[in-house]
């Protein structure tokens, strides 16, 4: 069965510093990966995904992720972060096939991100 | 509409009450799921209608779970005699049913249920 791992259940960083947010996902084969963002109160919203084309992958609001298949990581970074980015993160994973039904998503615990002024 | 709409936006009910929330996808969305959100955790599977075929319910937690599709647009999750462990905030999502690539699903704001 395939699993997310998110390392670090909170994540603080200073404004205009690193942002890193790890992912690890077990997966027999290469799957569909996926960061979801999800402000208080609200639905998630997709950051980003991968689906095999190029392993770095670009989103919205300036994240970026990572696919290392040698690593099974697929960590979301911003170069500098914004007071706006303060929210609850989480990577999800998809089968690429399936028999029946749908690429339903497994999602990770989630990590806060606090931004610091 | 533009989104996926999720009702009501909060519900309490008193252990033993029956519940229903309500899940108005992205109109000409095939694909619709549910999910449980506990609270600090990250969404859980519950079950997915193609249309309104319920192809997928293994992610339903006991058998006071139940979720319909009829007409497959609106779905309904409906929990029966609640419990205290079934407050969470259950998301609904749907997404196109593209038969190649990854299929994208937009949530809702979700329905946050607290049984007293």
């Known amino acids: 069965a395939q699993s997310v791992t998110q390392l670090g259940s909170h994540v603080s960083v200073s404004e205009g510093a690193l942002v890193l947010l790890r992912c690890n996902y077990s997966s027999s084969v290469p799957p569909y990966l996926f960061w979801y963002v999800q402000y208080p109160n609200q639905g998630l919203q997709l950051l980003l995904k991968?689906?095999?084309?190029?392993?770095l992958v670009k989103g919205i609001n300036g994240f970026e992720a990572e696919f290392k298949k040698s690593e099974t990581s697929f960590h979301l970074t911003k170069p500098s972060a914004h007071m706006s980015d303060a929210a609850e993160y989480f990577c999800?994973?998809?089968?690429?096939?399936?028999?029946?039904?749908?690429?339903?998503?497994?999602f990770g615990q989630g990590t806060r991100l606090t931004i610091n002024p | 509409g533009a989104g996926v709409s999720q009702s009501p936006r909060y519900k309490v009910a008193k252990r033993g009450q029956d519940v229903a929330l309500r899940c108005d996808p992205i109109s000409g969305h095939v694909s619709l799921f549910w999910y449980q959100q506990a609270l600090g955790q990250g969404p859980e599977f519950l079950t997915y209608?193609?249309?309104?075929?319920?192809?997928?319910k293994s992610g339903l937690p006991s058998d006071r779970f139940f979720a319909e599709r009829p007409e497959g647009s609106v779905s309904t999750l409906k929990i029966q005699r609640t419990q205290q462990e079934d407050s969470a905030v259950y998301l609904c999502a749907s997404s196109l049913n593209r038969a190649s690539g990854a299929n994208v699903l937009t949530f809702g704001a979700g329905s946050r249920l607290t049984v007293l």
């Open positions: 209608f193609q249309n309104e075929a319920q192809l997928d």
């Open positions: 991968y689906t095999s084309a190029a392993t």
């Open positions: 999800a994973v998809s089968d690429r096939v399936v028999i029946q039904g749908a690429q339903k998503l497994v």
